[in-house]
């Protein structure tokens, strides 16, 4: 059986639907819990696929966070051997960074499930993204690393997900997230929500709204990724 190690930066932002995907393409997953858990035993190129989670924290707070500068070196580590790597929002930013790319605050959050724009340089198997709703959760922009592909913008943010070669794939939005896994985000995000004058209530509704076409398309996406690593 292949091996991902994941790279979760809060317990309630987890793999959630991820998760089967990896069993049913034959994947065995653990969970790394990096601000807490040492990475230094970890060999960067021993598992199949890394993948980075997301978290409420910035790229850009490595001397409060000493934790990601480590992780940037595993990630710039395992793309430049071409070594799969999966990064979700702050794990997206991550990847960005860690390939020398710009990572900065938007000045506005974007927050809640919003369509996204499939761009041309998008694989086939990313069209069941193109003007779905999914959720948004950050108030951080990567800018597009050096010779990666642009693959999806929102009307908030142009930047929202880019690939590296056939190995990185980095998603600025959850498309992991269901409509039972939300309900932890609503509670350890509730500061941020009660900031931002969202009702969690609306975000509980559109989750409902759309778990179905969500799950479709992320295993559709994400196992076709998989799938490809071993094409």
């Known amino acids: 059986m292949k091996t991902a190690v994941v790279f979760r930066h809060v317990p309630f932002e987890d793999l959630d639907s991820l998760g089967e995907t990896l069993l049913a393409k034959g994947y065995r997953w653990r969970y790394i819990d990096t601000p807490v858990q040492s990475l230094s ?6 598992d199949d696929v890394l993948i ?16 990601l500068e480590t992780e940037m070196r595993i990630i710039r580590e395992r793309l430049t051997h071409g070594k799969p790597v999966l990064g979700i929002c702050l794990g997206a930013q991550l990847m960005a960074a860690a390939l020398g790319a710009k990572v900065a605050s938007m000045g506005v959050k974007e927050i809640g499930y ?4 499939v761009s041309d ?3 086939a198997y990313f069209a069941p993204l193109h003007q779905l709703p999914v959720l948004h959760w950050h108030g951080d922009r990567f800018e597009i690393p050096a010779g990666a592909a ?3 913008s929102s009307a908030v943010c142009d930047n929202q997900a880019f690939s590296v ?3 990185g794939l980095g998603f600025q939005f959850h498309l992991e997230v269901t409509a039972t896994g939300l309900e932890g985000w609503l509670v350890g995000h509730a500061c941020e929500l009660s900031h931002a004058g969202i009702d969690p209530r609306t975000l ?21 990724w998989l799938d490809n690593l071993t094409a």
């Open 41 to 46: 035993a970890l060999d960067p190129l021993a």
């Open 52 to 67: 980075v989670l997301g978290g409420p924290i910035g790229v850009y707070e490595q001397s409060v966070y000493p934790f």
């Open 114 to 117: 919003f369509p996204i724009t």
């Open 150 to 152: 642009h693959l999806a």
């Open 165 to 167: 070669g056939n190995h």
């Open 204 to 224: 509980r509704d559109d989750a409902a709204r759309y778990s179905a076409r969500l799950a479709s398309a992320a295993r559709q996406v994400t196992g076709n």
């Open 121 to 123: 340089a998008a694989p």
